[in-house]
């Protein structure tokens, strides 16, 4: 890399770290009052964990070489980041490191994804045991199959050099993969009291606001770094991930309009979440026409799925199905149908090509849904039934911040 890419690169690292915190106001904010510290807390943990978990082993597991089958990469081959660091050190090579700081941030950021599906009933540390143990057997494989040469890669085993699934910067990697994750951890930990019958507001819109902005801001990072240059596929993911955003924002008010009679600044900043979703797999694969049927499509797509909750009577708190896994799988298929050939890859369905590219882009999704199902089943169940998940169901009602914590976000007025 020259030092104009270099640069690129460790701002979009950076970039992508600020979306954690981010993601800590959005879902703290989306929080009730009585348990926004530990909904962010979850966020900066999963920074801590996830991070010593990727320097241990993550990384190999994604980016080493392919072991039985490209299921998943050397665990040995970068333990400590060894070689990555062997080639800074030795022969003067920073590449590694820089694009192991960047798959690091990428790990981060899904694993708090899931948090917002278990907000107001998790032990904090059973959630720290849950993001370290994901991130290693769940996260780190899928990122191998799809960007490490696995399964999931061009020619990797289930594809072929002719026809092959595409997610630029994790359509399924991470958007589908944490929904599921959250899916599953929703129904393993059961509703809270008196979910569908009390009123369960975000306590605090401003930050729901801030933390969307945040979001969408770090988000330039995830998919324009994403091109590893500071080059021509870096600027249509720019620009594709605006158009996209934007038309989501649009969508989901208009549902919200015809549907509730308000266009909320809720709505809004879900809206900024779904787009940024679908478009990330999508990012280089569309044109800008592709990008606004995407993003509209997401927002409206996202807005009626959140509701799915109280109708099959799945706790997910803060709409990481509603939003990540419909946006995530919508952006996944909806390169089948508005992909373009301009970087290399093949048309859609509706742009010119036939019906391979999108069964490329279902098998992928569908592969990816049932191994975090399963993954994450088996780790929450190890957790449930070891050192327990749940907080009693009285530490819910009182505050989960006071007790899991020692604090409180706000103090009562004298």
């Known amino acids: 890399m020259d030092s104009g890419n270099i640069a690129w690169l460790l701002t979009s690292a950076s970039l992508v770290l600020l979306m954690t915190p981010g993601l800590a106001f959005f879902y703290g904010g989306m929080s009730r009052g009585k348990s926004v510290l530990n909904m962010m807390m979850m966020s900066f ?15 190999g597991i994604s980016v080493g070489e392919s072991m039985a089958g490209g299921l998943f990469g050397n665990p040995a081959s970068d ?21 192991t700081g960047f798959g690091a941030t990428f790990a981060i950021i899904t694993v708090a994804l899931i948090s917002g599906s278990i907000a107001d009933r998790a032990k904090f ?63 393993l930990l059961g509703i809270r009291k008196g979910f569908g019958k009390d009123p369960m507001r975000p306590h605090n819109l401003p930050f729901v606001m801030l933390g969307a902005a945040l979001l969408w801001f770090g988000w330039f990072g995830f998919n324009a770094g994403s091109a590893f240059a500071a080059d021509v596929n870096a600027a249509a993911a720019w620009v594709n991930t605006t158009a996209a955003t934007a038309a989501a924002i649009l969508g989901w008010l208009l549902v919200e309009k015809l549907r509730d009679g308000k266009a909320t600044s809720l709505g809004a900043a879900s809206g900024i979440v779904a787009g940024l979703v679908a478009i990330t797999p999508a990012a280089v694969a569309v044109d800008p026409w592709g990008a606004l049927l995407i993003g509209v499509f997401a927002g409206v797509f996202s807005s009626l799925a959140v509701g799915l909750k109280y109708k099959f009577n799945y706790d997910d708190s803060l709409d990481v199905v509603g939003v990540h896994l ?22 859609g369905l509706f742009t010119g090509g036939g019906i391979e590219g999108l069964w ?14 399963v993954a994450t089943l088996i780790i929450g169940l190890l957790i449930k ?30």
């Open 326 to 347: 419909v946006a995530g799988l919508w952006g996944t298929l909806a390169i089948g149908l508005f992909g373009t050939d301009t970087f290399g890859a093949w048309n």
């Open 45 to 59: 943990g999963a920074i801590a964990v996830v991070a010593v978990a990727w320097v241990l082993v993550g990384n």
């Open 125 to 187: 540390s059973a959630w720290l045991v849950f993001a370290f143990l994901w991130a290693i057997l769940v996260y780190s494989p899928v990122s191998h199959w799809v960007w490490g040469g696995g399964i999931l890669a061009e020619g990797g085993g289930i594809f072929t050099e002719d026809w092959f699934a595409q997610d630029f910067a994790g359509g399924t990697v991470v958007h589908i993969n944490a929904g599921v994750a959250g899916l599953v951890l929703a129904l």
């Open 385 to 414: 039934y070891t050192i327990g998940f749940r907080v009693p169901e009285e530490v819910e009602v009182a505050g989960i911040d006071l007790v899991e914590h020692g604090e409180t976000a706000y103090e009562e007025a004298k």
């Open 79 to 99: 333990f400590l980041l060894s070689n990555s660091w062997a080639d800074y050190a030795e022969a003067g090579d920073g590449e590694g490191l820089i694009a």
């Open 360 to 373: 490329a882009q279902t098998v992928a999704a569908v592969v990816t849904i049932a191994y975090s199902a």
